[in-house]
């Protein structure tokens, strides 16, 4: 679909990802681990979203973390991922528009895409944006979907003419509603941004916001277009994090997938997923839809079903769990 080729996506695109949430809805969670490396079968929420931008040709990405010494900074350095990775840092929790302007003097490329590391969105969709970006010639392209009542009030509301984005509202109010029409935290603009970012004010919830950095260029004339997509992941919540895993177990697993030696006594109902350095006492259950990460000690006659097990966990034996996250605090 898209006419401009790879090689000129690599050249003039790149992609910054923000990662310096303090994941208070992952809470107790993201006390463990940041959000950004909750695992999505055998790879971090962070890897999954990167791959996406990797697939269409990006390879400069900048990645904001919270401080140099970062255990987000550290998986990615030491991941096999082929691409430029450079980091900025938001020391405060100031918001989405405030980790952007970290990344200023880090970018190097005239266009490039934003997106929060705890969102996921098909491949087609970003080819999408992309291919509108420079179809258009327009100034911003933002990720959009249909969203029911209740979840518009902690999303950015979005009014369009055609798929022209005309007004955004962060977190609206019951009586500022304007359509169904919500903004995903994934966005294609250019460099100009930033001198929009330098004039953005604190919000009512004290925070730079990016969806208001929108709104003040369309009001100065900038083009800003819309494209949908039926389908997202969204890591906001324990929950959400077996919602994701049980999709992509489902997508990519559809079996069983070891890569631990397993006791022949094991009962295992697919789909599930083993990882490395693993161990397993005797008549264990497991499944359907469970995750085991690495280095996990699993007790005899433990059942689990519809569960997610963090790195380095120790599950006791006899323990009967289901709908779970299980993690050693």
């Known amino acids: 679909m898209n006419n401009i080729g790879k090689n000129e996506i690599e050249k003039g695109l790149s992609c910054i990802i923000l990662a310096a949430g303090e994941g208070t809805r992952m809470k107790p969670i993201s006390l463990k681990m940041p959000k950004a490396l909750c695992p999505i079968v055998d790879k971090p929420i962070i890897e999954r979203c990167l791959e996406g931008f990797f697939q269409l040709g990006i390879k400069r990405f900048v990645i904001v973390v919270r401080a140099e010494e970062n255990p987000i900074r550290e998986y990615l350095l030491r991941s096999s991922i082929k ?3 450079k980091f900025a840092y938001q020391a405060e929790a100031l918001g989405s528009g405030h980790a952007l302007m970290m990344a200023e003097d880090i970018v190097e490329t005239d266009s490039f895409f934003v997106a929060a590391c705890d969102n996921i969105v098909p491949f087609a969709h970003l080819e999408e944006m992309h291919y509108k970006f420079y179809r258009e010639d327009c100034d911003a392209v933002l990720s ?9 009030f902690a999303r950015s509301n979005v009014s369009l003419q055609r798929d022209r984005v005309i007004k955004i509202i962060e977190k609206p109010g019951k009586e500022e509603i304007m359509s169904d029409v919500i903004c995903l935290p994934i966005y294609l603009c250019r460099q100009d941004i930033f001198s929009y970012l330098k004039r953005l004010p604190l919000s009512p919830r004290g925070e730079y916001e990016l969806p208001q950095v929108f709104q003040m260029m369309i009001d100065n004339g900038k083009d800003i277009y819309g494209i949908f997509t039926d ?6 919540s324990p929950a ?6 049980r999709a992509f177990l489902k997508e990519e697993v559809k079996g069983i997938v070891s890569r631990s030696v397993l006791p022949q006594d094991i009962n295992i109902l697919p789909p599930v997923f083993i990882d490395s350095g693993c161990c397993f006492g005797q008549q264990c259950s497991l499944g359907p839809y469970v995750v085991v990460s690495r280095n996990c000690s699993i007790g005899a006659r433990v059942q689990l079903s519809k569960c997610v097990i963090l790195e380095g966990t120790e599950v006791y034996a006899g323990q009967k769990l289901s709908e779970r996250i299980i993690f050693n605090p």
């Open 83 to 85: 691409v430029d990775l």
């Open 144 to 152: 959009l979907q249909h969203e029911t009542l209740e979840g518009i």
């Open 231 to 236: 389908k997202r992941f969204d890591l906001t």
């Open 240 to 245: 959400d994090l077996l919602e994701i895993n």
